[in-house]
């Protein structure tokens, strides 16, 4: 499925966050959304989990509005891990994961034999199974983080939106998330700030600032270090990581782009 943002416009307590953000992702690609702090990432993802209403502007699947659809119809579309993750559920992690099916159920309805086996793969490819009849609640950060994104899938969308769904997790979770994506690969857009990340999952990113996409392309294309420099402030080298070939962007950590590094 094919998701088309159109020049969209949030205004949050008065002012503008979002100022005519145009984004695509075709059928299967992993589009990641990357910025500094503030730059409105969240913000464009919320109107694509109907979160948030744009002041303008238009969220599309496949040509069609997705204000026009009903929210059961949008969440067999489009599943979502967000920011604002509950952390007071009374739930057992396998109850969580298993509310990923309401869209597909009558009201009051049980779960049959399909619904199991998608809730329990689900489980299975976070590497949380042997969790599932865990309180959610005693869950560490990272490991909800998990069982949010089963829930994710559960819901078999065409359309994945991720809201930074790396953080909390250590760096074998990271890779683990991430190739599970390229591998169950659908429409995607993702917000990230490990940059190194993204490139090497993203097929294209979008760069924004200020509320405005300032750079599209491909990593390599986009992921620069004048745009290092202009767009996040900071010091960087592009070079080929030894291992993949992807864009690998080493940083200087010492000090900021405009401010002299201290021998
Ligand atoms: N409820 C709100 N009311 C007013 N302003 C808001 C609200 N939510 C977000 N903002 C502002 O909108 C702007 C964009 O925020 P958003 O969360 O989309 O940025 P982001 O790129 O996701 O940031 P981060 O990288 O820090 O998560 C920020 O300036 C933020 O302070």
Redesign the pocket.
């Known amino acids: 499925m094919r998701l088309e943002i159109e020049d969209l416009r949030v205004a ?2 008065g ?1 503008e ?2 100022s005519g953000v145009h984004l695509l992702a075709g059928d299967g690609e992993i589009v990641g959304l990357v ?10 993802l ?1 109107t694509v989990y109907r979160h948030l209403r744009p002041t303008a502007g238009k969220v599309l699947l496949d040509g069609d509005d997705i204000r026009d659809l009903t929210a059961r119809q949008a969440a067999r579309h489009v599943a979502a891990l967000p ?1 604002e993750r509950g952390t007071d559920f009374e739930l057992s992690v396998r109850e969580v994961v298993a509310m990923g099916r309401t869209p597909y159920k009558r009201a009051f309805a049980g779960e049959d034999p399909e619904d199991r086996e998608i809730i329990t793969t689900a489980l299975e490819q976070v590497g949380m199974a042997a969790d599932a009849g865990r309180g959610f609640s005693t869950l560490s950060g990272g490991e909800r983080q998990r069982v949010l994104l089963a829930r994710a899938f559960t819901q078999r969308p065409d359309v994945l939106v991720l ?2 769904p790396t953080n909390h997790l250590d760096v074998r979770h990271q890779v683990e998330l991430l190739a599970l994506l390229r591998e169950h690969r659908r429409t995607t857009v993702v ?1 990230l ?1 490990d940059l190194n990340a993204a490139a090497s999952v993203c097929d294209r990113l979008h760069v ?1 600032h200020d ?1 405005a996409v300032v750079a599209s392309g491909t990593p390599r294309e986009v992921l620069t270090s004048e745009l290092m420099a202009g767009v996040f402030g900071v010091r960087a080298a592009v070079v080929d990581h030894p291992l993949t070939g992807d864009p690998l962007i080493a940083f200087d950590h010492r000090a900021p782009a405009d401010v002299p590094v201290v021998a």
């Open positions: 949050l307590s002012r966050v979002v910025g500094p702090n503030g730059s409105g990432k969240s913000t464009v919320r920011q809201d930074e917000a700030h924004l509320g």
